[in-house]
């Protein structure tokens, strides 16, 4: 794959791919999302290596692609639990093999359960109401 002219960068909140011959910049959650947070397909959507992918985002926000995308998942799967969707349906949603793999990956990185999170939201909710 030919090497372009990249850079990543965060404006307004938003992580943002600028290539040297687009006239937008190119929403790196967006894209993320349509490639179920796979790596391959954000380097392919850019239209860089992978290798090339890490380099340019390490240089532009100082963390890996690979962790971002992680971190960009956990946060949408956080969304999701939090407005109701199922666990099985959260998984699937956001690109993982098994509600297995996601329950662990969610409790990594949040430090609970997703069928903890939904229980303390709830309770949140239900708190604030009354």
Known sequence: MKRRDVEITQRDGRFLAILAREPLPLSLSQIAREGDYRMSFLSERI???????????????????????????????????????????????????NSKMFSRDFQLFHGVTPTEFQRKEKSHVLNAIN
Do not use: N, Y
């Open 47 to 97: 239209g860089v290596s992978e290798r090339h992918l890490r380099r340019v985002f390490e240089d532009g926000i100082g963390i890996s692609p690979k962790d971002w995308m992680r971190q960009e998942r956990m946060v949408a799967a956080r969304s999701l639990l939090r407005a109701g969707s199922p666990i099985k349906e959260v998984a699937i949603d956001l690109g993982f093999t």
